[in-house]
């Protein structure tokens, strides 16, 4: 099973950054793309970025442009680095397997942009 614990969340006003962190152990060597999910109160959990093993990206509309998906050189880290934000990209943000398949969830992490 794969352990996944995101942090990094928080309030911030619109125009600011926040990096999210996505810290993973457990049966993670098969895992060949990793993603950042997110989901608004009352609607559902959409993926927002991707990043494959060989370190290539994509990454919803919403947020492309604003945001990079990266890995540290040990591929158990995830991160998400979103900078110009936005009140709509206030949500609780979850990583996860591409496809998820089995994996559970995690917590998450809230964001909230406000001014």
């Known amino acids: 099973q794969v352990q996944l614990v995101e942090s990094g969340g928080g309030l911030v006003q619109p125009g600011g950054s926040l990096r999210l962190s996505c810290a993973t152990s457990?049966?993670?060597?098969?895992?060949?793309?990793m993603g950042w999910y997110r989901q608004a109160p009352g609607k559902q959990r959409e993926l927002v970025a991707t990043i494959t093993r060989d370190g290539y990206t994509n990454y919803a509309d919403s947020v492309k442009g604003r945001s990079t998906i990266s890995r540290d050189n040990a591929k158990t880290t995830v991160y998400l680095q979103m900078n110009s934000l936005k009140p709509e990209d206030t949500a609780v943000y979850f990583c996860?397997?591409?496809?998820?398949?089995?994996?559970?969830w995690g917590q998450g992490t809230q964001v909230t942009v406000s001014a």
């Open positions: 996860n397997a591409v496809p998820p398949g089995r994996n559970s």
């Open positions: 457990g049966s993670i060597a098969t895992i060949s793309t």
